[in-house]
């Protein structure tokens, strides 16, 4: 008997190796692209754009030709081993042509630079992500969703007994381990009475699992967490930051530690 090779090829491990390196290949293809325009427009560079009569061919059509090609090579080849490998190279580099200039094919036109753009690499880059180091479904135990499901459940009991409860929440931007709109989702599934509701703050800070690692990051963490923390009835009016500096060596103040053994003694 014949062994399916083909099949063998897309086991849970080797998707998971095919995905890290478009993953890989995307996110470099994306920086190359873009550090390449920006160096074309500042004029740092001689301008290689491709011209056909007259009109500029954007590099999103050669993303769309290499995905078309590399679509129908694995459609009617079964590639294994390192043609596949190729393959993912391959499809990273052309994901990344295409969707670099997502703005300007939804809007059919428009500035290279538009926000539509970045957005949708991150998301094509947070699902690729997501296939790449994320465990196979049977593996999640239903424990693990149910997990936040009680832990929302108790704090929405907790915030309507005592309606004095006031909530910080802290979320990196570009967290893909805890990422900030499950949150959002999460608190608005609570269906909190409106005026408690408002006691829940959300800030979304420049950074990823470790927003606090980036400086201007952490001058606003802390301006947030006075502000914060003055805003509990009750409490003595004062400055955190101050309070801080007074605890904090200056040599470690401004030099991106961890808050997690600073910032909690004050509390």
């Given at each position: ?151 929302a459940v108790d704090l ?89 500096k007074n605890k904090v ?19």
């Amino acid at each position: 008997m014949v062994p399916d090779v083909f099949s063998n090829a897309f086991t849970h491990d080797n998707i998971h190796r095919l995905a890290r390196v478009m993953l890989f290949v995307f996110l470099v293809t994306f920086a190359l692209t873009r550090i390449t325009v920006f160096m074309i427009m500042a004029r740092w560079i001689p301008d290689f754009y491709l011209h056909l009569g007259g009109t500029h061919v954007h590099h999103l059509n050669y993303g769309i030709f290499l995905l078309s090609g590399i679509g129908a090579y694995l459609l009617f080849l079964r590639s294994i081993g390192g043609a596949l490998l190729a393959a993912a190279i391959v499809y990273g580099v052309g994901l990344a042509l295409t969707f670099d200039e997502f703005g300007m094919w939804l809007h059919l036109g428009g500035s290279y630079w538009q926000r539509a753009s970045f957005d949708c690499v991150s998301i094509v880059a947070a699902l690729l992500g997501l296939v790449a180091f994320a465990p196979p479904i049977q593996r999640i135990r239903s424990a693990d969703w149910r997990a936040v499901a009680v832990a929302a459940v108790d704090l929405k009991q907790s915030m309507s007994l005592n309606t004095q409860i006031l909530v910080w929440i802290i979320h990196g931007v570009f967290d893909l381990v805890a990422p900030y709109y499950a949150t959002v989702i999460t608190v608005n599934q609570m269906v909190l009475d409106p005026a408690i509701r408002k006691n829940i703050q959300l800030k979304v800070y420049h950074g990823g699992h470790m927003p606090y690692l980036h400086q201007r990051s952490l001058d606003t963490m802390f301006e947030d967490a006075d502000k914060f923390y003055n805003s509990i009835p009750g409490v003595k009016q004062e400055n955190i930051n101050v309070k801080l500096k007074n605890k904090v060596p200056e040599a470690d103040w401004h030099t991106g530690f961890s808050p997690y053994n600073k910032l909690n003694p004050v509390y």
